[in-house]
């Protein structure tokens, strides 16, 4: 590992420069429990805000693990378990992934990388995080209160959640909305963050990927998200006022809400892997030494995932009586998904080959990504296939192939990022030993619980089942203690994250000799981001060049940076 | 750069492909198949898990070789080569992607439309009357929905929502007929909390375990009472939705006599993972006995209550 540099531009000499909007911000750690206008105070509260609902949400999922151990119903009521699986899927959606690679990463990293002093809505990008807190306790609460907490799924089906207790799935639809407008107001800032707050010279395609990545992804956010709002209004209206949208009995039609949620909850997926594509992007070339191999068809391909991604909702119904030539449709453009995803890893597959690779924590989570996701992406290409599904659809092959993608993939690139930019965010290093041992468990862990889902839900166990039948327990155990590792493997990370924020070595404020320019500022970063100019970055990735083809008179934030041997 | 030698990646993707191949044919990861359409399905499988294996160990076997050929020495602190793309590569790995895709997008349609799946059964433009007790005649209408009878297509040309019950979805008719000339046995299933309730038209048998000639087509008519619930045989490789408000079909014919489960893989409720029954494929003589044994008298009054056969 390359070793901090003492910079000549530490910031403790002089006093901090007032905040943004007056004096009433509070200093020091209270910033992070504050209405804080400044875009890193705030997406590390998405960060350390996601991660606890992670905590939670995982503790959910040891739940489930648990009663899935034996066959039959023993460990929780049956009721209980419908709310416990509900609950671990809404939070684990909207509480930890959504949040934390959007808002997290994308507030702290986006201002960086337009060279901007803040997001282009301060005072909105607030009120989108601060809406977060309260929709997870509403949530969570609705546990606690009579009835208990939603018990029909993360999917919210009507009419099984009409006939659910009322109060629960009222203040599921309460928490849903109030995240999904959180999410909104992210989207619009990120948008206009990219496209109007660059630095004067740099150019579209000069961006580092992970904006064209939150660019393509708050896109889909804004067209999508309202349908689901739209959408779950519908469902609270059938249910408190008995209207009749959704409810069969009333000449509603429980297939229309399918469409509409789905025309939301596929391109979440996109919500929730594009960011984290964009981060593997910028973490590969740094620890490869290479410059990001393609950047422009990799900026196409993202266009690629949010056109189709917005037009293949519907494979989610194979089964739901849609008719044949809409069946076909869904198939072949789900399927063609895999062309702009596929261009991507061979992307990133050569960005490597000829590098000098690192194997640090950071990488091995990047590539165990690539590792998963290729899975998830196999199996969900075979799940395109209507026939192929219509055997597999609702079991516990679906649930193995999108913790494929959503843990294999995002959380696992959540991972990386968080090894990648400790540094940054304190100014401390992780320690290497106690990641490597987070990696492995987590990696072990993570294909020991989800890879036997697969045959279980090709022989026959649906999913969101609490008892199964026992030919299948072998396997179940299996994937529990999968699980169990893999709740073991925070430990590490906690002691590591926590620890090493008051012992960790010294990062200085380039430890990768990155050229991305959030690296180009101290650790952490002043309140503006920089003091001075910002850097104009026009080859973020230009690792290998010849000193003398980077342009040294306009990317004025280079002297912040003494390489090795430039 | 040190890129292998043609002949070396030549020989490697061959390996691959045969690696692929025999790991499709070998490794057997499904149930037993029960069904006309569970072998197609069991092909349709192979050909997706040997694309699939291919793939994943030939990006795997990559990643990996990189990460061990080009890490980083210590004391090494200098950056890898410059470059920045390669069109011609790009070209090759956008174009191999999209014609495996349109390869198996195309393969599967024709595996859907083995199964009846596109059959017109289902399709909106064919939407047809459906009266519950003729189950024949639906199928008629449905097999040559262009001169079924019209008091049928009127039906569904009216706007009266009561008189035409659109069906939605399913596995049709068509596609691989098995018996031909033999009608298929109509069994309407209805799906509540928690249960499959199987009804016989022919003989009035209610049931709560389906029963099924082997080597005859089924249809199965389908319609929830509360919530969402569907109806699945892993041995047969078939799920369909059963929707309240919605009635949809599946038609299907078993091959192998024997008892398989039916699983209702739709979240319904606390006793969802409970809710199961049971498949019993009968030789078609056994068949014909246990419809036999099991026919009531025509009753006096309407049979919907307290007449559960056992099996």
């Keep these: ?566 | 750069m040190a890129i292998p030698s043609a002949l070396v990646t030549l020989l490697l993707g061959m390996a691959l492909v045969l690696a692929g191949l025999w790991v499709g044919e070998n490794v057997l990861l499904l149930p037993l198949d029960a069904s006309s359409n569970a072998p197609v399905y069991d092909s349709l499988f192979k050909v997706l898990f040997s694309i699939g294996t291919i793939l994943f160990l030939g990006i795997v076997g990559l990643l990996v070789f990189s990460l061990i050929r080009f890490r980083r020495r210590p004391g090494d602190r200098s950056d890898g080569a410059p470059i920045e793309g390669n069109l011609p590569l790009e070209i090759v790995w956008t174009a191999i992607p999209a014609i495996v895709v349109l390869f198996v997008g195309i393969y599967s349609y024709d595996i859907y439309e083995r199964m009846g799946g596109m059959a017109p059964l289902n399709d909106h433009s064919a939407m047809h009357a459906v009266q519950p007790a003729s189950g024949s005649a639906a199928l008629a209408a449905a097999h040559h929905p262009g001169h079924g009878d019209s008091m049928t297509m009127e039906a569904s040309a009216t706007a009266d929502p009561d008189a035409a019950k659109r069906v939605w979805g399913g596995i049709g008719v068509g596609g691989d007929a098995t018996v031909a000339g033999e009608a298929a046995v109509p069994v309407d299933l209805t799906a509540m909390q928690f249960a499959f309730i199987f009804h016989y038209p022919q003989g009035n048998i209610i049931s709560g375990e389906l029963h099924v000639p082997a080597g005859r087509q089924v249809e199965l008519r389908m319609e929830a009472r509360d919530v969402i619930h569907a109806f699945w045989v892993p041995q047969f490789r078939l799920k369909q939705d059963v929707i309240p408000g919605q009635p949809t079909v599946l038609t299907f014919t078993p091959t192998r006599p024997g008892s398989y489960p039916i699983v209702c893989a739709e979240l319904c409720g606390p006793y969802h993972g409970g809710m199961r029954s049971t498949v019993v494929v009968h030789e078609p003589e056994a068949f014909e006995a246990w419809v036999q044994q099991n026919t009531l008298p025509p009753p006096p009054t309407v049979a919907d209550s307290g007449t559960t056969a056992t099996a």
């Design chain 1, 1 to 566: 590992m390359t070793l901090a540099n003492p910079s000549d531009f530490q910031p403790q000499g002089q006093p901090a420069p007032p905040a943004p909007s007056g004096g009433l911000q509070p200093e020091g750690w209270l910033r992070y429990l504050s209405f804080s206008l400044d875009h890193k105070v705030i997406g590390l509260q998405y960060l350390v805000c996601g991660f606890l609902f992670y905590f939670l949400g995982g503790a959910l999922a040891g739940v489930i693990r648990t009663e899935l151990a034996s066959p039959i119903s023993d460990f929780v009521a049956r009721d209980t378990y419908n709310q416990v699986l509900t609950l671990h899927g809404t939070v684990m959606i909207f509480l930890w992934i959504v949040p934390v690679v959007n808002g997290g990463f994308g507030n702290y990293l986006i201002p960086f990388y337009v060279g901007a002093r803040d997001m282009a809505f301060p005072r909105l990008n607030a009120v989108a995080f601060w809406l977060i807190p309260p929709a997870g306790l509403l949530l969570i609460s609705s546990y606690f209160l009579q009835g208990g907490a939603a018990q029909s799924g993360w999917t919210a089906y009507p009419p099984l959640s009409i006939t659910t207790p009322a109060l629960g799935q009222v203040l599921w639809i309460l928490s849903v909305l109030l995240l999904g407008g959180s999410s909104i107001f992210g989207g619009i800032n990120f948008i206009a963050t990219i496209l109007k707050l660059r630095r004067p010279g740099l150019k579209l395609m000069q961006l580092p990927m992970y904006c064209w990545a939150m660019l393509g992804t708050s896109l889909l956010v804004v067209l999508s998200t309202p349908v689901l709002a739209g959408t779950l209004i519908l469902l609270s209206f059938d249910i408190i006022a008995h209207t009749g949208f959704f409810n069969p009995a009333l000449g509603g039609n429980v297939v229309v809400y399918q469409h509409l949620f789905w025309f939301y909850s596929h391109p979440a997926v996109y919500i929730m892997v594009l960011p984290a594509f964009g981060l593997v992007s910028e973490i590969l070339p740094i620890h490869a030494r290479k410059p990001l191999f393609g950047y422009a068809t990799m900026v196409y391909s993202i266009m690629g995932i949010v056109l189709l991604g917005l037009v293949v909702w519907a494979h989610h119904m194979f089964t739901s009586g849609t008719p044949p030539w809409m069946r076909l449709f869904f198939t072949i453009a789900t399927a063609f998904i895999a062309v702009p995803t596929g261009i991507k890893f061979f992307n990133w597959l050569a960005t490597l080959w000829g590098g000098k690779i690192a194997l640090n924590s950071a990488m091995l989570f990047a590539c165990a990504f690539i590792v998963n996701f290729v899975f998830g992406g196999i199996t969900g290409v075979a799940l395109a296939q209507v026939p192929f599904d219509i055997h597999v659809h609702d079991t516990y092959f679906v649930v193995g192939h999108f913790h494929y993608i959503v843990y294999g993939g995002t959380v696992f690139v959540i991972f990386s990022a968080v090894y990648h930019w400790y540094p940054k965010f304190t100014g401390r290093m992780l320690n290497e030993d106690l990641g490597r041992l987070h990696f492995l468990l987590t990696f072990v862990g993570f294909n020991l619980c989800f890879a036997p889902q697969h045959w279980l839900g090709l022989n026959g166990m649906p999913r969101r089942v609490a008892e199964y039948d026992p030919s299948f327990t072998t396997w179940n155990q299996v994937s529990s203690v999968g699980a169990l590792l893999m709740g073991l493997s925070t430990l590490p990370f906690l002691i590591n994250v926590v620890v090493s924020a008051y012992r960790g070595d010294r990062a200085g404020d380039n430890p990768w000799n990155a050229l991305t320019p959030e690296w180009l500022t101290s650790s952490p970063p002043p309140v503006e981001n920089w003091i001075g100019d910002a850097p104009l970055v026009t080859h973020p990735y230009g690792y290998g060049t010849p000193t003398d083809r980077i342009d040294l008179n306009v990317a004025t934030g280079r002297e912040l940076w003494v390489g090795p041997d430039r």
